[in-house]
Nanobody, 116 residues
Framework: QVQLVESGGGLVQPGGSLRLSCAASGTIFSILTLGWYRQAPGKERELVASIPTGGSTYYAHSVKGRFTISRENAKNMVYLQMNSLKPEDTAAYYC??????????WGKGTLVTVSS
């Protein structure tokens, strides 16, 4: 079983920065992609950024140039550096892991609130 645990969320002022971390543990085979999603109150969950194994990173248009996704394969970690945060970035952020065999795992999320 694979567990994903996010951390790093919190309250930050507009223009500030946060770094989210996601630790994957358990029996992990052949990671295809790691990604960050977010869900704001009353809205659907959306893809924020993803980083596939051996592929190019993807960013949602709304965060391009402000957020950076990275991964540390040896530690089964994925990060999301968020700069120049805006109130509209307020959401619960979720880590997702997808495998080559088609399995998908989700973390329980970490809350990011951008407010003055």
């Amino acid at each position: 079983q694979v567990q994903l645990v996010e951390s790093g969320g919190g309250l930050v002022q507009p223009g500030g920065s946060l770094r989210l971390s996601c630790a994957a543990s358990g029996t992990i085979f052949s990671i295809l992609t790691l990604g960050w999603y977010r869900q704001a109150p009353g809205k659907e969950r959306e893809l924020v950024a993803s980083i596939p194994t051996g592929g190019s990173t993807y960013y949602a248009h709304s965060v391009k140039g402000r957020f950076t996704i990275s991964r540390e394969n040896a530690k089964n970690m994925v990060y999301l550096q968020m700069n120049s945060l805006k109130p509209e970035d307020t959401a619960a952020y979720y880590c997702r892991l997808g495998t080559y065999s088609g399995m998908t795992y989700w973390g329980k999320g970490t809350l990011v609130t951008v407010s003055s």
